[in-house]
């Protein structure tokens, strides 16, 4: 029997820590002599040091065996890179799987590729779903999910979606959150940041704020407000913004200055867990952190209307904010008081999840065995 290749698509931040786990799980079936082997494709979607090089060093990932150098540049641009380099890698030696992560642009590009030349999509995160599609993750995910053959979930939510959309249980595997897995192997290997002496930060005396959403960072006027209701309502504590360098530039136009307000590079993973993980709460637009303080059971408020991850504000430590400042304002208070809510871990969270991903790989849908 001939060895199968299968595709790893990891392109952004987030995907890595999606990714790191599942390696480790094929690597031990490999050892085992499981007829099988990968290949490690990043897309180069982020080519940062700290958002990618120094995830791959901290998180055990190894050398990507291609690297398609996608670059930045407009949605158009970077998805048209990203298909055309993967389709080449493709047509010299095709995969019999290609397993995609998440819901960023290179997920939705290489499950297109591979789709078109008949290669089976795996989605791992799959039936994620904000309903709002002025988020370019949201059409991301509903055209990975439209084509994907089988679909590995984090939540039960996520699977009443994929049903929703006529796909039958038999494609689908509830295992849980493959983010989990990382945070929980690496706490221990967390990072003091740099700035933590200098700063003179103390556990649960800080805040942690993140954005990077069009909708919170494009318009200086409405970043401006953000800021200024945030650092109105956290008293005297200092709120930690790791900014990423496109952001800071239009946080220089705004000319804010509060000795409260420390702006950061963006942190590596390890650093980043250290972060949140002793702050006092975190404030942040973005869904895979919400994840992390839920289990965590830090505060987490998320400055969007909508999210793709229900169970961090129905189970975890999560609440939508969105943009009413009024909110925003009782819920810091709320911190402050000791009264925020006490989260509890969803289900399958419980870092387990890629082992069952590697588990329903060989047995449901490549039908292999470990070699006697």
């Known amino acids: ?10 392109g952004a931040r987030p995907n890595f820590m999606k990714i790191a786990p599942i390696i480790t ?17 990043h897309t180069g979607q982020h080519y940062d040091k700290k958002m990618s090089s120094d995830f791959f060093s901290q998180l055990g990932i190894p050398t990507p065996h291609f690297n398609l150098n996608s670059g930045s540049g407009s949605q158009a641009e970077q998805t048209s890179k990203i298909m055309i380099r993967y389709e080449e890698i493709l047509l010299k ?26 290669i089976k999509v795996a989605h791992v995160e799959a039936g994620l779903r904000s309903y709002d599609e002025s988020m370019p993750e949201e059409i991301n995910r509903i055209v990975t999910d439209s084509i994907s053959d089988f679909f590995f979930t984090t939540s039960k939510n996520a699977n009443k979606n994929l049903i929703k959309s006529g796909f039958k249980k038999s494609q689908i595997f509830f295992v849980g959150n493959t983010m989990i897995d990382t945070l929980n192997s690496q706490m221990k290997n967390s990072i003091k940041p740099y700035f933590w002496d200098k700063e003179n930060l103390r556990i649960n ?21 953000i800021l200024f209701e945030i650092l109105k309502n956290t008293k005297d504590l200092k709120v930690i913004f790791p900014v990423h360098p496109r952001t800071l530039k239009k946080l220089t136009n705004i000319g804010l200055n509060n000795k409260n307000l420390i702006l950061v590079e963006p942190q590596s993973y390890l650093e980043f867990i250290y972060l949140i993980k002793n702050a006092k709460a975190v404030i942040t637009d973005s869904g895979g952190i919400s994840e992390e303080t839920t ?21 975890g430590t999560n609440i939508l904010i969105g943009n009413d400042f009024n909110l ?45």
């Open 25 to 41: 799980e094929l690597e031990k079936e490999i050892n085992n002599g499981v007829e099988i082997r990968f290949r490690l494709i």
């Open 205 to 225: 005396n800080y805040f942690v704020l993140t954005l990077h959403r069009p909708s919170n960072v494009d318009s200086e006027v409405h970043l401006s407000n």
């Open 328 to 372: 925003l304002a009782t819920s810091i208070l709320r911190i402050f008081e000791n009264k925020w809510k006490k989260g509890k871990k969803p289900m399958y969270w419980d870092g387990k999840a890629s082992k069952r991903i590697v588990e329903h790989l060989l047995n449901d849908i490549l039908n292999l065995k470990p070699t006697q």
């Open 93 to 118: 030696e095709p995969s019999c799987l290609c397993i995609v992560v998440g819901d960023v642009t290179s997920t939705m590009a290489c499950s297109i590729v591979a789709k078109k030349m008949n």
């Open 295 to 315: 289990i965590l059971n830090i505060p987490c408020l998320t400055l969007r209307n909508s999210t793709e991850r229900p169970e961090t504000c129905e189970i």
């Open 1 to 10: 029997m001939s060895i199968k290749l299968i595709d790893i698509i990891a």
